[in-house]
């Protein structure tokens, strides 16, 4: 057998390299076998296969010890969030009630009073005369008469019950909500006349609102007590 | 020539052990992240709405972790809504993509535990990885989900629901 010429003792690098393999494998409980003890094995030829790879297992866990601290190991998890939006929607009016004069043959314009709204679905809001507070259905669309002290509608009276014209209502656009045409006839009620037409959500504490009252000579002026009134219903339908 | 050949095959056979046991190492992770307790019927109103029912569990290591989350924009979620709820159908389980997206990020909120060594984080959900907590070891701990509505936020009237997912990725070491 020709022995590799790495294990001959010789000059050089070879020969700088096997004691310190020898001193570093004092350490490293490798067995013998028996080809070690051949004579001319002088440096341990047969082992050191099995010692290389001992060494290189080393270096693999040295390797292993200082590249994990460095290396981030990652994991990763994914999961869903799930949920839905409650439908909000929220009219109000500025005022209970107006108080305003009348004056015949001419029209009276009323827009001290806005619209607060506040949703998120598009829709409508629509307006009409809410019959409350015992108003007749045949005053409907009307300023009727109505009474002070019992706070109802009291259509016994003589001469007049209702005034002569309908009130006109209309709404001032304003981002989401358009508005509509004027309803000149607020007894509709299948369904209420639009008021404005809503794109979108949104919120608006201030819509315009522009009642419009024509007054004729033929109507009546009302003893003490008694006012000409309409209650207004605003309802707003999500589409 | 001899010394060539033996010496060529030891070093591919150390090459080789260096190399599997480099991968083995590498490779094998020990560190996990798992999520429990997430709201899937989350009923939002008006304002501010808060949530806490999500548990993370992060697990073997013993060393020091950091958690970030972000929007994967999972099964093709469009980028536009990136850390944003965004209507989903549940019936045909998929994106309404030109549907509506919640007006604000979902924000979440790991806790401060100093004693437990925890340092938490407030994130705006986004499509990048941000920082939500740091720790180390064996941890379990809440996330605070808070989602702000608006009127914006269109009510749903056709049984879609809003829904975002969440990837937590855990770095080990950091």
Redesign the interface.
């Known amino acids: 057998m020709r022995y590799p010429e790495f294990y001959m003792p010789g000059p050089g690098m070879i020969r700088g390299r096997r004691p310190l393999l020898c001193s570093f494998f004092t350490f490293i409980p490798v067995r013998e076998s028996p080809a070690s003890n051949d004579p001319r094995d002088r440096f341990g030829v047969k082992n050191m296969k099995g010692k290389i790879l001992i060494i290189a297992g080393l270096l693999a866990l040295v390797c292993m010890v200082m590249v994990a601290p460095v290396m981030a190991s990652d994991a990763s998890a994914s999961t869903s969030v799930s949920g839905t939006v409650t439908k909000v929607v929220s009219l109000t009016t500025s005022s209970g009630a107006e108080t305003i004069t009348l004056t015949p043959g001419s029209t009276t314009h009323v827009s001290t009073v806005t619209l607060s709204a506040s949703q998120n679905c598009a829709g409508t809001i629509a307006a009409k005369d809410a019959l409350s507070s015992s108003k007749p259905s045949s005053t409907a669309g009307y300023m009727a008469n109505y009474s002070t002290s019992s706070s109802t509608f009291d259509t016994a009276i003589s001469p007049a019950t209702q005034l002569t014209d309908k009130v006109a209502l209309s709404g001032t656009t304003s981002g989401v909500y358009a508005a509509a045409a004027q309803i000149t006839d607020l007894s509709q009620t299948s369904p209420a006349s639009t008021l404005y037409t809503v794109s979108g959500g949104g919120s608006n504490s201030a819509l315009g609102l522009d009642f419009s009252q024509r007054t004729e000579y033929a109507d009546s002026i009302l003893p003490n007590g008694y006012v000409y009134e309409i209650p207004v219903e605003f309802d707003y339908t999500c589409s | ?3 060539s050949v ?2 060529c ?2 070093l591919k ?3 080789v ?2 190399v ?3 991968f083995l ?2 490779h094998v ?8 307790g ?9 304002g501010s ?1 808060e949530n806490n029912l ?1 548990v ?1 569990h992060v697990s073997g ?1 013993t ?1 020091t972790w950091a958690v970030n989350v972000r929007d ?1 924009l ?1 099964y093709g979620k469009k980028s536009s809504s990136a850390g944003r ?1 965004l209507e ?1 159908n ?1 019936t045909e389980g998929n994106w309404v993509n030109t549907g509506s997206i ?1 007006s604000n990020n ?1 924000t979440l909120v790991g806790p401060t535990a100093t004693g437990q060594g925890l340092t938490g984080y407030s994130v705006a959900l986004g499509p990048s990885d941000q920082l939500l907590e740091k720790g180390a070891g064996d941890q379990t701990w809440n996330v605070t ?1 808070n ?1 702000a ?9 056709n049984g879609h ?14």
């Open positions: 020539m001899g010394i033996y010496r095959n030891l056979t150390a090459l052990v260096v599997l046991l480099f190492t590498g992770s020990a560190i996990t992240v798992e999520v429990t997430n709201p899937q019927d989350w009923v939002f109103t008006q709405n999500t993370v290591t060393d994967a999972d709820l989903y549940p919640l979902l989900l989602q509505i608006t009127y914006n936020d269109p009510y749903l009237s629901i809003y829904r975002v997912y969440l990837t937590l990725d855990v770095s080990e070491g950091t």
